[in-house]
């Protein structure tokens, strides 16, 4: 029998890849919403409509209303997976609460995946602000629950090709580049982008899988790992068009974050992290702690960054 999997933060940019590939898979799926979402978001609303349509079940809720998250949990969360935001950092500290929920509701909950679907964040140590600031709430939550004992699987999936390739490889674009590009630091080194639905497909795997019990799941595919400027010939190949590069140093960059709005600093903070200064990404595996989605699920063919650029060209 499918496990019951309760998906918190289900109606977000990654939540609802989570909550369709859950469904996809056949496990009978909970989302917990808030209930003024669906009043006041069409958007949201009309994507709820067909997740109920799909299958799903809605439960209203809140992260910080410990008496809804407990009930939601003993109902539909023998596995919790948490996809809240990093818009505000007390949203994802919000994730302390779900975490005593998961105590007060003892053996109802077989694996916990909290909210990361990003770099590893214990080797992000030169994150500069406002992304910092993220990381670090990342981390109180991941050291709670190591601390209360509860079966988790963290997933480190880097970049989410539709954040970044949707606007090829330039923040300051919205939408595909037509005259130039940004090359970031020294472009020495590579970016790993993963697709929001293999990101979700090997979510839900893991949580059924033994061998992600207590670790930190990377997902790294071989193919989809490019520098800024690899991208920017893959997209001139594909168009036909030659494209100027403005090189931007490291020093212009760490400016640039301190004066641009967010999100903007934030994006750019977090490329500086983990593409100019890369050791969140190039972690080895170490089987105790770690594992490789890829060496683990071989079976599975990622969306490539050449097939989402098509795409996105058509
Ligand atoms: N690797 C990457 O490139 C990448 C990109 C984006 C995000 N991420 C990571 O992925 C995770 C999810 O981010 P996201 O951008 O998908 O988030 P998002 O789009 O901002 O969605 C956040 C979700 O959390 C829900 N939520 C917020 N506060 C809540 C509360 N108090 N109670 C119940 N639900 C609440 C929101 O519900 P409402 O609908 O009610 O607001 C929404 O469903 C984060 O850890 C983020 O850092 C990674």
Known sequence: MSSRILVIGGTGNIGQHLVTASLDAGHPTALLVRRATV??????AKLLKALVARGATLVYGDVNDHGSL??????????????????????????????????????YVKRFVPSEFGCDVEHAERTLEPAKGMIASKLRVRRAIRDAGIPHTIICSYWAIGLLLSRLVDFEEDGPLTAGANILGDDKSRAIFVDEK???????????????????????PPTN??????????????????????????????????????PLNFQLAMVHSTVVHPGACEEAVDAAVKVEATLLYPDVEFITVEEYLDGLLT
Do not use: W
């Not at 997209?235 to 931007?248: A, S």
């Open 225 to 262: 790992m490019r520098s800024f400027g690899q991208l920017v010939e893959l997209l001139e190949k594909k168009t036909g068009k030659t494209l100027e590069r403005h090189f931007v140093s490291e020093h212009e960059l760490a400016k640039k974050i301190q004066e641009s709005p967010f």
């Open 39 to 44: 009043a006041s978001d069409s958007g949201k």
């Open 198 to 220: 293999d990101t979700s497909m090997l979510t839900i795997r893991a949580v059924e899988d033994p061998r992600t019990l207590n670790k930190v799941m990377y997902v790294r």
């Open 70 to 107: 407990v009930a939601a949990i003993k109902e539909h969360g023998e596995v919790v997976i948490c996809a809240v935001g990093h818009g505000r950092p007390e949203e994802l500290d919000g994730q302390l609460n779900i975490i005593q929920a998961i105590k007060e509701a003892a053996g």
